[in-house]
């Protein structure tokens, strides 16, 4: 084989790896355009669980409302006079219904007071420089690795959490849910006309902004 020939396969072979280095860096970098976050809500299983902060901005809405709202129960008529998150018109209803089919107890609701002085947050934090997702839950910290597959679809492994225990109910029930559900590869979409993203691994659907 000639000096040319070897030469000429050389220089070939190097502008494919440069094109697929390329690609793959491309792809790394994902659709986000930050790394910092807060959780709306999570649907799963045809039920929405809201963060613990959305929890207590809409209850917090409820009694600005109607003070006399009855703190025993949620006011579902009131609740669907608000439209600023997808779906909020069931958004208390669905909350209310989640538990009907289970075998345990009937479902205690937390009284809207008490939703309306919560005062924790579920967030979602990416730390590209070492492709570690974390963020609080709602009263535990969690964490877990992740990757671009493409620009569209994260992969998120490994979570972990710490265990302290919470409450309400509602929250507790998010932060279990965001949890042991959070690894998956997701398909990651820009909400239109609005700021945010939504995270779909197909079992459950992840809404932050």
Known sequence: MSYKVKLFI???????????????????KGIFDGSNYNIVKLEINNKVL????ELSSLAREQIQNNPDI?????NIDSQRQLSRIDDIN????????RNSQDDDAEYVKTPISELANINLRATFNLDRTQDVLYGKAGCNDYTARFFWQDSTKIVISGSASTRKPCSPKEV??????????????????????????????????????
């Open 10 to 28: 050389f220089f070939s072979m190097f502008l494919v790896s440069i094109y697929i280095s390329g690609c793959f860096l491309f792809g790394m």
């Open 50 to 53: 809201l963060s613990p902060q």
């Open 70 to 74: 009855d703190n025993a129960s949620y």
């Open 90 to 97: 069931a958004t208390f209803e669905q909350l209310k219904q």
């Open 172 to 209: 507790s029930d998010f932060q279990n849910t965001l949890i042991k559900n959070l690894d998956g590869i997701y398909v990651v979409t820009k909400l239109k006309n609005r700021k945010g993203y939504v995270l779909n691994n197909g079992r459950m659907r992840i809404y932050i902004k």
